[in-house]
């Protein structure tokens, strides 16, 4: 298994431009969640998804779409990308979104280093 | 979610075990003790979970109190390569998040 991957690895936008952060895995896995990590600072959830079709709003999510038209893929649109923004995305999976204490451990990917000039 | 309170910073010689403290007053009796650890702008790796019970796998140890109010996460022989953010965090069992705080920042010295 690869586990959960993304891309691309680095990217960096001009303010206004918008792009698609790419999250997949191939575990199986039910629950898929994207974090934003600035510098110094701990993970801070941005949407997740329980299933495909179902997505819901985490802490931060404004500026930020996705959807979950498969279990696999799970993207992460910036709309108009800010300067703000610039974080490091990490995305992550797990089994039945905890609702089985022995399947609930989560799976993160590498991450994708964005920088908004 | 309950909150987690944690040092910023410990140091710990190699080889030696590593106590990692958090408190979790506020914790309700169906939400567990989650820890994971983030090396160097990695993503963040699951370690050992707990509800009420001591926890041991081939990573660590959870020592959870009586009252649940505070746990301690264990690496019993310490490596460089354990040198990480350790992220304590309370979740329960229902929930569809992790909520992550600030973590310690621990240094593993040779």
């Known amino acids: 298994n690869a586990g959960v991957t993304q891309t691309p690895k680095f990217q960096v936008l001009k303010t206004g431009q918008s792009m698609t952060l790419q999250c997949a895995q191939d575990?199986?896995?039910?629950?898929m969640s994207w974090y934003r990590q600035d510098p110094g600072m701990g993970l801070r959830l941005i949407h997740y998804?329980?299933?495909?079709?179902?997505?819901d709003q985490g802490e931060v999510p404004n500026g930020y779409n996705v959807s979950r038209s498969t279990t696999e893929d799970f993207p992460l649109r910036l709309l108009s990308a800010a300067p703000s923004q610039t974080s490091v995305y990490f995305c992550?999976?797990?089994?039945?979104?905890?609702?089985?204490?022995?399947?609930?451990?989560?799976?993160f990917g590498p991450g994708t280093r964005l920088t908004v000039l | 979610d309950a909150k987690t309170t944690q040092p910023p910073s410990m140091d710990c010689a190699e080889g030696r075990a590593a106590n990692l403290p958090c408190n979790h007053s506020?914790?309700?009796?169906?939400?567990?003790v989650y820890w994971y650890r983030q090396i160097h702008s990695q993503g963040p790796q699951y370690i050992i979970h707990?509800?009420?019970n001591n926890e041991t796998n081939e990573m660590a140890s959870l020592i959870i109190t009586e009252d649940r109010k505070s746990s301690t996460l264990i690496l019993p022989h310490a490596t460089l390569r354990d040198t990480a953010v350790y992220y304590c965090?309370?979740?329960?069992?229902?929930?569809?998040?992790?909520?992550f705080g600030q973590g310690t920042r621990l240094t593993i010295n040779p």
């Open positions: 992550a999976s797990s089994y039945s979104g905890f609702r089985d204490r022995s399947t609930d451990t989560q799976y």
């Open positions: 575990m199986n896995h039910e629950y």
């Open positions: 998804s329980v299933g495909a079709g179902i997505t």
């Open positions: 506020t914790i309700s009796g169906n939400e567990y």
């Open positions: 707990g509800l009420k």
């Open positions: 965090i309370v979740r329960d069992q229902g929930a569809q998040k992790l909520v």
